[in-house]
T-cell receptor, first 118, second 117 residues
Framework: GAGVSQSPRYKVAKRGQDVALRCDPISGHVSLFWYQQALGQGPEFLTYFQNEAQLDKSGLPSDRFFAERPEGSVSTLKIQRTQQEDSAVYLC????????????????FGDGTRLSIL | AQKITQTQPGMFVQEKEAVTLDCTYDTSDPSYGLFWYKQPSSGEMIFLIYQGSYDQQNATEGRYSLNFQKARKSANLVISASQLGDSAMYFCAMRDLLNTGFQKLVFGTGTRLLVSP
């Protein structure tokens, strides 16, 4: 399809396990974002890439969270030693916007990965 | 810091009627963008409409319009002729346009809209 693709759709892990969530952005989109959405809340920003460069990781809640986008396309969000409070929907979004282009572009979101930590 | 406030946890509307979803914001940025997204129960976030802080006219996209009142710092979404498929969560969001290295969206807590036949 032409949209943002995230996998897996659902992930259940035991507390203490490591998990990896994948995001495949829209082709040609230079900007990629990760958000965390707790139940009943709006999404909260985690981190932002432009191509392979991670320009903003101010929203990552702890050093257990790590994101990468090594070739400037697919991105992986990794959570180490998961805890129950990590249970949430993790949304990935991509955009045509770049830091050199001040025109606004909307972010297009994937369906998210629902992570449950037991 | 930017902040979005959506004070209506839930709204009800009858099919074919218009409904207004409230959004107020707070920012010290001189240039910013305001967005509305729809999130059905299936979970995807669907972009609806955008308003730039320096846009002279209120944005419209089909049945969606944005009632932008800059002095009051409000950006309410108006949905005309509601349809059953409009039942979903609606999120207001904003981002800084001046500092292009900071492109994150700041979201409100959302309003759940239920459209009845």
């Amino acid at each position: 399809g032409a949209g943002v693709s995230q996998s897996p759709r659902y992930k259940v892990a035991k507390r203490g396990q490591d998990v990896a969530l994948r995001c495949d952005p829209i082709s040609g989109h230079v900007s990629l974002f990760w958000y965390q959405q707790a139940l009943g809340q709006g999404p909260e920003f985690l981190t932002y890439f432009q191509n392979e460069a991670q320009l903003d990781k101010s929203g990552l809640p702890s050093d257990r969270f790590f994101a990468e986008r090594p070739e400037g396309s697919v991105s992986t969000l990794k959570i180490q030693r998961t805890q129950q409070e990590d249970s949430a929907v993790y949304l990935c979004a991509s955009s045509l916007a770049s830091i050199l282009d001040s025109r606004n572009q909307p972010q297009h979101f994937g369906d998210g990965t629902r992570l449950s930590i037991l | 810091a930017q902040k979005i406030t959506q004070t209506q946890p839930g709204m009800f509307v009858q099919e074919k009627e218009a409904v207004t979803l409230d959004c107020t914001y707070d920012t010290s940025d001189p240039s910013y963008g305001l967005f509305w997204y729809k999130q059905p129960s299936s979970g995807e976030m669907i972009f609806l409409i955008y308003q730039g802080s320096y846009d002279q006219q209120n944005a419209t996209e089909g049945r969606y319009s944005l009632n932008f009142q800059k002095a009051r710092k409000s950006a309410n979404l108006v949905i005309s002729a509601s349809q059953l498929g409009d039942s979903a969560m609606y999120f207001c969001a904003m981002r800084d346009l001046l500092n292009t290295g900071f492109q994150k969206l700041v979201f409100g807590t959302g309003t759940r809209l239920l459209v009845s036949p």
